[in-house]
């Protein structure tokens, strides 16, 4: 190969990565559009009053709440980031904050009470529990992927807001609770 035909063989490869990049930030950028889109809530905005009846029967009223620490958790069965970050939240944020300043709740969007009743204890769950099988709930919060949490303050603010699952933003929730709980009321 002589010089010319390296140089117009290194041109094309250059002008095909500028064009894969500018592909990769266009998919990029459509996706943090959409992302943002379906996402109806704000960080600092008070979060979405829910009352739903967990699978003991109990109700749990997000406005009755307020002076504690939430954290609501919207899931699928079928979601596989959901089931991932399922053990997480039981280890690493309720057997390590419930209590009389911390609670928490797993919302099955699109799941019945019914549904939901084997769930906990398949997979050694101890947190509340509830269904929310036309999305009402979910719908204050988003219009679509999950898993989604939301960290809500005592003053009733939503903290922290994060969809999908990722041991990063698993650890940004995580210390988005110990601040809060942290700080005096």
Not at 60 to 83: H, I, N, Q, R, Y
Not at 127 to 134: E, H, I, M
Not at 150 to 165: A, C, N, P, S
Request: proline share 6%.
């Amino acid at each position: 190969m002589n010089a010319l035909t390296l140089l117009v063989a290194a041109r094309l490869r250059l002008r095909i990565l500028v064009a894969v990049c500018l592909l990769l930030l266009g998919v990029a950028t459509i996706r943090a559009a959409d992302d943002a889109e379906s996402t109806l809530t704000k960080v600092g905005q008070p979060a979405p009053a829910f009352t739903v009846t967990t699978l003991h029967g109990k109700p749990f009223d997000l406005a009755a709440l307020k002076g504690k620490v939430v954290l609501v958790s919207f899931f699928a069965t079928w979601c596989a980031p959901c089931m991932a970050e399922m053990p997480a939240l039981e280890k690493q944020v309720w057997q390590r904050f419930k209590g009389d300043q911390f609670t928490m709740i797993a919302i099955g969007r699109e799941h019945t009470n019914e549904e939901l009743g084997p769930f906990p204890q398949k997979h050694a769950l101890s947190f509340p529990v509830a269904g929310d099988p036309k999305r009402a709930v979910y719908a204050k919060y988003a219009t679509q992927y999950i898993p989604r949490s939301y960290v809500i303050g005592r003053d009733g603010k939503i903290l922290f807001q994060t969809m999908g699952y990722t041991e990063a933003e698993f650890g940004q929730l995580v210390s988005a609770i110990e601040k809060e709980l942290a700080r005096k009321p």
